[in-house]
């Protein structure tokens, strides 16, 4: 657990860049700092660790006062992830992940075998262990970045927007393996990020910051999004809340049968017909073909997102980006169970509404 | 050649005496460029007063800057001291402003990193900051030292060894072969050893040359 009582920073040029905060990091969450530049939240998370010490006021990690800690070693027990990485170029990966355990006095041989096993964890090929950092693309550098942060199994994680400098197919693959991690791990991460998408992705309470350092809201993803506590905050969680209201709510869809063929196939094709592959796979749609013909590759129009069961949000948009109008429904392996239609979503919402689940 | 070939003991003797004259101020001018140039990289005002400086110390000649150095630290004027001292102002001159380039160019995020992690300030300073300046570092090594074997010949001016004495007996004596003897001789030296600080830093750095 991390506590921020009444903490402020002055700079020397006397711009405050946090103001007063008064926060509560529960243990084992994901906490996202989130906000404009200038808002105070990475100065905020440097606070935690005496990267900068705060002019005045108390931070607590597990209910001790960090300024009481030499700050080395308060550092070598929290792990840290910063934008672009920060990897050392002249050592290896393997001997980058290894830092943290090497600066308190491990030995090598131990420290390298830790860190050979999560490379393992991060989802990285030991090979990558031998390479230099610049031999690596951005995703694969902050993967190593996140294994160096947890060498030394520290129970509390910083991440300064980890994932900015990376592009956005990796950006989501990178967010997708930190909830997983963290499924397994169970750390008190805090993570900083100026994109409320992320914030509000990732965070099981999210904090969002406004500028001069003072705190807007602090609040669940999904009580950000249906009662923004002001304009601020309205107008910083965007313009589609009450879309993105959707993937917090899980209600059931009805999922209706659909008419499948499969690739090679000859078929008598009528209306809309999904096209699935020998694992009953989406491919894409066959429409406006007369009689029997071979079903192939080329003739196939291309689908929307698909719906694996998870939000309202999910399931709206994958009707809502299908060519025929139904949103193809997958289970985990992939293959097709049925299709949504967008009216039984907003039914469905409704529904929830009524009875009382989506918060106000 | 024939000169180098039939006086290849004395060719030997001053070969060794330029040497020293030459590497012992690029050592102690390295080691001083050090800790002035890292102070320089982290401090504007530091590097407003030693900059300007260095400047200055470097477009003084140097057969003035030897020939009133005895003065100035009390040496007789035939102590290798003479050279030495102002070959080190030198080294010191062109390496502060190496040393504290290469130390501003080590990447923000990487440093605030090894901070993160636990490092404290000498140990960063040794394992993380240094290694990774070491290339730019190496580069201006090279001119100091290069420079440096080119001026110790001046040393011969106030009497001392080195190929410059084969400059002032050849020309004195009208002994054309001698004082090719002394040109050659530097050339080559200063050839040879901005090669072996080349090698050296390809050793040192081998993660400098990794491609994508």
Known sequence: MIEFRAVTKRFEDGTIAVDELDLTVEAGTITVFVGPSGCGKTTSLRMVNRMIDPTSGTILVDGQDVSTVDPPTLRRGIGYVIQQAGLFP??????????????????????????????????????????????????????????????????????????????????????????????????TIVFVTHDIDEALKLGE?????????????????????????????????????????????????????????????????????????????????????????????????????????TSLRGALDAALSSPSALGVVVDEAGAVTGVVKAGDVVEALAKARAAGEVPR | MTWILENWERFWEVTAVHLRLSVVPVLAGFALAIPLGWWASRSPKARAVLFPLANVLFTI?????????????????????????????????????????????????????????????????????????LPVTIAGLRVATVSNISMVSVGALVGLGGYGQLFT????????????????????????????????????????????
């Open chain 2, 61 to 133: 000649p140097s057969i003035a800057l030897i020939v009133i150095t005895p003065v100035l630290i009390g040496v007789r004027i035939l102590d290798e001291i003479n050279v030495i001292v102002p070959l080190v102002v030198y080294t010191v001159a062109l390496m502060v402003r190496s040393v504290a380039d290469a130390l501003s160019a080590v990447p923000g995020h990487v440093t605030a990193a090894a901070t993160a992690m636990g490092y404290r300030p000498l140990r960063r300073f040794l394992t993380v900051d240094f290694p990774l300046a």
């Open chain 1, 90 to 187: 002249h050592r290896t990966v393997l001997d980058n992940v290894a830092t943290v355990p090497l600066l308190s006095g491990w030995d090598r041989r131990k420290a390298r075998t830790r860190a050979a096993e999560l490379l393992e964890i991060v989802g990285l090929d030991p090979a990558f262990g031998k390479r230099y950092p610049a031999q690596l693309s951005g995703g694969q550098q902050q993967r190593v970045g996140v294994a160096r942060a947890l060498a030394a199994d520290p129970p509390v994680l910083l991440m300064d927007e980890p994932f900015s400098a990376v592009d956005p197919v990796v950006r989501e693959d990178l967010q997708n393996e930190l909830l997983r991690l963290q499924a397994e791990l169970d750390k």
């Open chain 2, 169 to 212: 007996e050849g020309y004195q004596t009208d002994h054309t072969e001698k004082v090719l003897a002394g040109l050659i001789g530097t050339v080559v030296l200063a050839v040879l050893a901005d090669g072996v600080l080349l090698l050296l830093g390809r050793v040192l750095t081998p993660w400098a040359r990794v491609g994508r």
């Open chain 1, 205 to 309: 309470l999210v904090a969002v910051f406004r500028k001069g350092g003072h705190l807007a809201q602090y609040a669940r993803p999904a009580e950000l999004l249906s009662a923004p506590a002001n304009d601020f905050v309205a107008s910083f969680v965007g313009r589609d809340r009450g879309y993105r209201t959707l993937t917090f709510l899980h209600a059931d869809v009805p999922v209706h049968p659909v008419t499948t063929a499969k690739l090679g196939e000859r078929t008598t094709v009528s209306d809309w017909t999904l096209v699935v592959d020998d694992e009953n796979r989406p491919r894409g749609w066959l429409s406006g073909v007369d009689g029997e013909v071979e079903v192939s590759e080329q003739d196939l129009i291309s689908g929307g997102s698909l719906y694996d069961g």
